[in-house]
């Protein structure tokens, strides 16, 4: 599996000031190589949470919290690797969370939380009105999982949009991304994400909830498009980010 820590050593490698020969001694003892990828678990960057930070504070819900570090930070300079559309039925419930009703991660068939399987196709849960009334919004939502890499420091990370949040990566995949490769007999092809770099932010148009924001940093040269192409390739199959402590914009995911 390639290493992510070559992607950046701007954190990494740097803050430790030590010689570049012993950098490389130190790297050569693989040291930790026996731990799997289960000991290596990819963080969150989560927001619109409850969180108490180390020093005591509630994050504000306008800034990415690190679920493993608890490192906050307002925007993430970021490599997007990939991204994973499911569908979840949620309700949220002050002070117990989200209670998981039902998900799907193949947009084919739904888990309930009682394990029964049910067909997307005809479940009334995805649908305007689903038996209460037809004004009614639709209770299971599309949730977008984006794989990405920091690169501040060159570590992986998971992102989850749904609700306000999925208008904006939906608009910025359509500018960027999707049919957006001309190919030699003039037909178009999807860019991969890792094609530009990616910076995210927040904002708060409402006042109430934060949104994701995605803007276009700069294209990649052909060598980090052919590095980050062997990290899509191996880290792709995460894709997925368990639910966080997150907030309702709706009262569930729904959009």
Same mark, same amino acid.
């Given at each position: 599996?390639?290493?992510?820590?070559?992607?950046?050593?701007?954190?990494?490698?740097?803050?430790?000031?030590?010689?570049?020969?012993?950098?490389? *001694?130190?790297?050569?003892?693989? $040291?930790?190589?026996?731990?799997? =990828?289960? +000991?290596?678990?990819?963080?969150?960057?989560?927001? #619109?949470?409850?969180?108490?930070?180390?020093?005591?504070?509630?994050?504000?819900? #306008?800034?990415?919290?690190?679920?493993?570090?608890?490192?906050?930070?307002? *925007?993430?300079?970021?490599?997007?690797?990939?991204?994973?559309?499911?569908?979840?039925?949620?309700?949220?419930?002050?002070?117990?969370?989200?209670?998981?009703?039902? *998900?799907?991660?193949?947009?084919?068939?739904?888990?309930?939380?009682?394990?029964?399987?049910?067909?997307?196709?005809?479940?009334?849960?995805?649908?305007?009105?689903?038996?209460?009334?037809?004004?009614?919004?639709?209770?299971? !939502?599309?949730?977008?999982?984006?794989? !990405?890499?920091?690169?501040? +420091?060159?570590?992986?990370?998971?992102?989850?949009?749904?609700?306000?949040?999925?208008?904006?990566?939906?608009?910025?995949?359509?500018?960027?991304?999707?049919?957006?490769?001309?190919?030699?007999?003039?037909?178009?092809?999807?860019?991969?994400?890792?094609?530009?770099?990616?910076?995210?932010?927040?904002?708060?148009?409402?006042?109430?909830?934060?949104?994701? $924001?995605?803007?276009?940093?700069?294209?990649?040269?052909?060598? *980090?498009? =052919?590095?980050?192409?062997?990290?899509?390739?191996?880290?792709?199959?995460?894709?997925?980010? $368990?639910?966080? +402590?997150?907030?309702?914009? #709706?009262?569930?995911?729904? +959009?």
């Amino acid at each position: 599996m390639p290493s992510t820590s070559n992607v950046s050593t701007a954190q990494s490698a740097s803050a430790l000031t030590l010689p570049e020969s012993l950098l490389t *001694e130190l790297a050569g003892l693989h $040291a930790l190589d026996h731990l799997g =990828r289960e +000991d290596r678990p990819v963080p969150a960057l989560i927001y #619109n949470a409850k969180l108490q930070l180390p020093d005591g504070s509630w994050a504000r819900k #306008n800034v990415f919290v690190n679920s493993l570090t608890e490192e906050v930070k307002p *925007e993430v300079l970021a490599m997007l690797l990939h991204l994973k559309k499911t569908r979840r039925y949620a309700v949220y419930t002050e002070g117990s969370g989200f209670d998981i009703k039902c *998900e799907s991660d193949d947009l084919a068939e739904g888990i309930t939380h009682e394990g029964e399987v049910m067909a997307c196709s005809t479940c009334p849960h995805k649908s305007w009105g689903n038996g209460h009334g037809r004004d009614a919004a639709p209770k299971c !939502g599309v949730v977008y999982h984006l794989l !990405g890499i920091d690169m501040d +420091d060159g570590s992986p990370f998971l992102l989850r949009a749904k609700a306000t949040s999925l208008r904006p990566v939906q608009r910025y995949l359509a500018r960027y991304f999707l049919g957006k490769l001309k190919l030699a007999d003039g037909s178009y092809a999807d860019l991969p994400l890792f094609a530009y770099r990616t910076r995210l932010s927040l904002t708060m148009p409402t006042g109430t909830y934060a949104v994701l $924001a995605l803007t276009n940093d700069c294209a990649c040269n052909e060598a *980090e498009v =052919r590095q980050y192409k062997a990290l899509y390739e191996s880290l792709r199959g995460i894709g997925r980010m $368990a639910a966080e +402590d997150d907030l309702p914009e #709706n009262g569930n995911d729904a +959009d």
